[in-house]
């Protein structure tokens, strides 16, 4: 075996936290947000944020380096990712999600090795219930998860769009679509649509609001709507199409069996199930993301993600012909389950 010829590799992913400081603290400050409504010198910046005349230019610099900012003289500006990522006003801002990160991921990786001992989730030592029960007790917190998950699925709501022949269905529901977001962007991108969330009821004055900022003066509100229940007890919406979107990854198998199975009873003959998740490929050994995710999901919620190869199976199980899959962008899997007529 010849030997590595640096450790550059070990050094970057050592301090691969140093970034994600980085762009944690341009959202947590709310530099980005600002950068993205007008350039700002450093002294501007600095002044207008308070922060340490020594320390500003390093920061601004690395975020410049990091591709974040751009710097024209004296001037700094939001580059093309952020000002179409970390863009509050824009529809594809994620800084939910990113602050989940902040929050909630990156202490809970602070403790990975005793994880990795204890196998104990977050959810475990927190209650005997599933993730969704002390979450939902609190209203900061739902908000907090809601602004999350938008974050992470807004990006796929125009793949989604755009991979799935939409023209030949009515109608979809959003299994677990929490505050609707994905719902209403599949509506508005393809006219014809009628689309369902259908998550657990603390969500719905959410989705009551989202969907007055999503519609403006379109039609949007009267082709969308939103259906309180359990996915595990209560009966499905009566559409063509059912999406389990970050869904699957949150349960044991056991679980994801049931889920899928109900899907399937409660389809019409010809309905379709779609399911995404970051799938790990079927080696184990190239979905780095997805195998890190794995982690993540069980130390959080006791789950965990699955092989594209296990998901299929799943489906075909419940009786679906199950379609190639589908890469919805770089970190996503959507697979495509047809029932049979
Ligand atoms: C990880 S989030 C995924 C949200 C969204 N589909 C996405 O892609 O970002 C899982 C969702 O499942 C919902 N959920 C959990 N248990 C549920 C249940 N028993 N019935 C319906 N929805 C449930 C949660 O409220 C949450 O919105």
């Not at 075996?1 to 050592?14: D, G, I, K, N, Y």
């Not at 109900?262 to 399911?275: D, I, N, S, Y």
Request: with cysteine; glycine share 10%; aromatic share 10%.
């Amino acid at each position: 075996m010849s030997l590595p010829e640096t450790a550059t590799p070990l050094v970057r992913t050592a301090t691969g936290f140093f970034q994600a400081q980085a762009l944690f603290a341009g959202i947590e400050l709310g530099l980005f947000a600002r950068i993205c409504t007008a350039p700002a010198t450093a002294e501007e910046i600095q002044r207008e944020f308070g922060l340490h005349p020594k320390l500003t230019r390093d920061y601004l610099d690395s975020l410049v380096a990091m591709e974040l900012l751009g710097r024209d003289g004296s001037s700094y500006r939001a580059s093309p990712l952020t000002a179409t990522y970390l863009d509050p006003r824009k529809p594809e801002y994620m800084g939910g999600f990113l602050a989940h990160n902040q929050r909630r991921l990156y202490p809970a990786w602070g403790n990975l090795p005793g994880f990795l001992r204890s196998g104990e989730s977050l959810v475990k030592q927190l209650s005997e219930g599933d993730f969704t029960d002390g979450l939902y007790a609190d209203p900061k917190r739902t908000r907090h998860f809601a602004d999350a998950m938008d974050g992470y699925a807004v990006l796929l709501g125009r793949p989604l769009a755009e991979k799935y022949p939409w023209e030949s269905v009515k109608s979809f529901t959003d299994l677990g679509g929490c505050r609707g977001l994905l719902t209403m962007r599949l509506a508005a991108a393809h006219g014809h649509l009628r689309g369902v969330t259908f998550d657990l009821p603390p969500l719905e004055p959410l989705f009551d609001e989202l969907v007055e900022k999503e519609a403006g003066d379109s039609d949007l509100r009267d082709r969308v709507s939103y259906h309180a229940g359990s996915f595990f007890t209560d009966d499905l919406p009566d559409t063509q199409v059912y999406i389990l979107g970050h869904v699957l990854h949150d349960w044991v198998d056991e679980r994801r069996r049931a889920l899928v199975n109900r899907a399937f009873e409660q389809l019409p003959p010809g309905g379709t199930l779609l399911v995404y998740d970051s799938m790990i490929d079927d080696e184990r050994r190239d979905a780095a993301f997805g195998l890190l995710m794995s982690l993540n999901m069980a130390m959080i919620s006791g789950s965990s993600e699955y092989t594209v190869s296990e998901g299929i199976g799943w489906m075909k199980e419940a009786g679906f012909e199950v379609e190639q899959p589908v890469a919805l962008n770089e970190l996503s899997t959507l697979l495509i389950g047809n029932k049979p007529v």
